[in-house]
């Protein structure tokens, strides 16, 4: 029960990274990208293959291969992990939207 929880939920999170990755790629282009394999891949004009390539399949393969053993543990770590990563995606939403705000304003 536990561990179906964990997997749902590391997947979620993931996704929500890929969401915010990709909204940022899109906005700012490739630049702010910090995984360098996703960069190069959405600079050569395949953002959605680089998200399912770098974010989405070593997750999903990551979290069949815990749930294959039974490995509560190290999914629940990697629940932690992919948090955290979503936590500071909410962040990074909130430093654009003030740093948008300053360009909007007259004289900036």
């Known amino acids: 029960m536990i561990l179906g929880l964990l ?3 590391t997947l979620a999170l993931a996704s929500i990274d890929m969401w915010f990755t990709k909204r940022r790629v899109l906005k700012y282009g490739a630049v702010v990208e910090l995984n360098p394999g996703l960069k190069r891949d959405a600079e050569l004009g395949q953002l959605d293959v680089a ?3 770098r974010i989405l399949l070593p997750n999903i393969a990551g979290i069949a291969l815990l749930v294959f053993f039974g490995w509560q543990t190290p999914l629940a770590i990697f629940f932690g992990v992919r948090a955290t990563i979503a936590y500071f995606q909410f962040v990074g939403l909130s430093l654009e939207k003030k740093f948008d ?8």
């Open 7 to 9: 997997a749902i939920g």
């Open 51 to 53: 998200l399912l390539r």
């Open 101 to 108: 705000e300053l360009l909007k304003k007259p004289g900036a």
